[in-house]
């Protein structure tokens, strides 16, 4: 495949620049109705007015199925704390703002949270006595329809030169509890080395939302489970110490 460059590269897809595309093409193990039901979802989102990359058409590239969508030009929020730490406080509020325009949106036809973390659970090796722990704690979450990214955190969020603001990566975009949202960014911060911006944040997020710290924390032993799931052993003494809160 021969497009202008590579954006970013992961085990099972690759994102390229070409023209004024961005294209996600998948490895061979992810299926048409996969990536189709990936780019249905996108479209939803985009239907609610948010502002992302709209999506142009999903192809064969030699054999793999991909997504064609606007490339967007900008500067994340993540490269803009490092390049100007002194406006990192002031970048954090603009990424939870962020975070809580997609809380404010709806569509009754996203997959529904509860029934992903119930196939996460069960996908994992752990014990049966945890798992029914982790079920139970599931089974006693307050129940929402908000709009939730998913896997939200300061990278793919871009800034533009004309200042606005795009949300990228939908892959993981589902209906629910904005507390298991806001879970799942903090957890991606600790993972990424960063706890003190990571309790900034969780800090910064109960206050503008007015919601409980607990609120959050709760969710955390199931956000933990299912990152386990991509089997990265260099995060599993983090993820573990999580998920061995089910109990507490």
Request: one cysteine or more; hydrophobic letters at 35%; proline letters at 3%.
């Amino acid at each position: 495949m021969q497009f202008d460059k590579i954006v970013s590269k992961r085990r099972d897809r690759i994102v390229y620049k070409n023209g004024e595309d961005c294209i996600k093409v998948f490895d061979n193990k992810y299926s048409k109705v996969i990536v189709l039901s990936e780019a249905l979802n996108q479209a939803r989102v985009e239907a609610t007015g948010l502002n992302i990359p709209h999506i142009k058409q999903v192809a064969e590239f030699e054999g793999k199925w991909g997504i064609v969508s606007d490339f967007i030009e900008g500067q994340s929020i993540e490269a803009a704390m490092r390049e100007v730490p002194e406006e990192k406080d002031k970048l954090l509020d603009k990424f939870i703002d962020v975070q809580m325009s997609i809380h404010a949106k709806r569509d009754s036809y996203l997959t529904k949270l509860t029934d992903k973390v119930h196939r996460k659970i069960n996908q994992c090796s752990l014990e049966d006595d945890t798992k029914l722990e982790l079920y139970t704690r599931l089974e006693s979450m307050p129940r929402y329809s908000n709009m939730l990214h998913g896997d939200l955190d300061p990278s793919n969020v871009i800034v533009n030169e004309d200042g606005e603001i795009y949300i990228l990566d939908w892959s993981h975009v589902t209906q629910g509890n904005p507390a298991h949202d806001v879970a799942r960014t903090y957890l991606l911060f600790l993972i990424k080395g960063q706890k003190e911006l990571g309790e900034k944040y969780l800090k910064r997020f109960c206050e503008k939302a007015g919601m409980e710290k607990n609120q959050i924390l709760r969710w955390m032993p199931l956000v933990a489970v299912a990152q386990s799931l991509n089997g990265n052993q260099e995060e599993w003494p983090l993820l573990k110490s999580w998920i061995d809160q089910v109990n507490d």
